[in-house]
């Protein structure tokens, strides 16, 4: 019922979408996205960074997500994020409904700009790299959501798990820059 409630309170403008990402996340996201013609986000919600990525690139905008249907056997999430990415004009916005892993074999364009916050647990953010990072052009960025403690994500996750084991590890990324729980890589060239 308070989904239903909060939808019908977006769609009267009464309420914005609703979003985990800080205001400094989203700025920093947004200092980094400029020129990219290619940005994937794997995991939607309701669409605020969305509209904001597509807003600030000419380029085009994946945004993937499985929105999952609640009781009613709607999925307000989706609801909101396709109608507020076209209330902020954001047309470069193409939305790729499916697990991230279901759709990451059907996508073949070289990317600009990954921002991965979807499933948090260690062993689907692992799968989430291992599928996109990839495709990832050489001085491309990956941005990982979730991946440090931070008052907007006080509890350990397993997003956190794969930043300190694994990223730290890895060779083929820097880290450029972090704030709050965003942690921001590019790809070495």
Known sequence: ??????????????????????EQELRCLLDHVNGAKVVVEIGCYEGKTTAALARQTKGKVYSVDPFFKGRMNICYGELIAKAHCRRQGANNVEFLKGFSHEVAPTFSEPIDFLFIDADHTYDAIKRDWNDWAQKVRPGGHIALHDSRIAPNSPSYLGSMQFYEQ????????????????????????
Request: net charge negative.
């Open 1 to 22: 019922m308070k989904s239903a409630i909060h939808a019908f309170k977006f769609f009267l403008a009464l309420d914005d979408p609703d979003t985990q990402v800080t």
């Open 166 to 189: 694994d990223v730290s590890r890895m060779v083929g990324v820097e880290e450029v820059a972090a704030v709050d729980s965003l942690a921001l890589l590019r790809v070495r060239q």
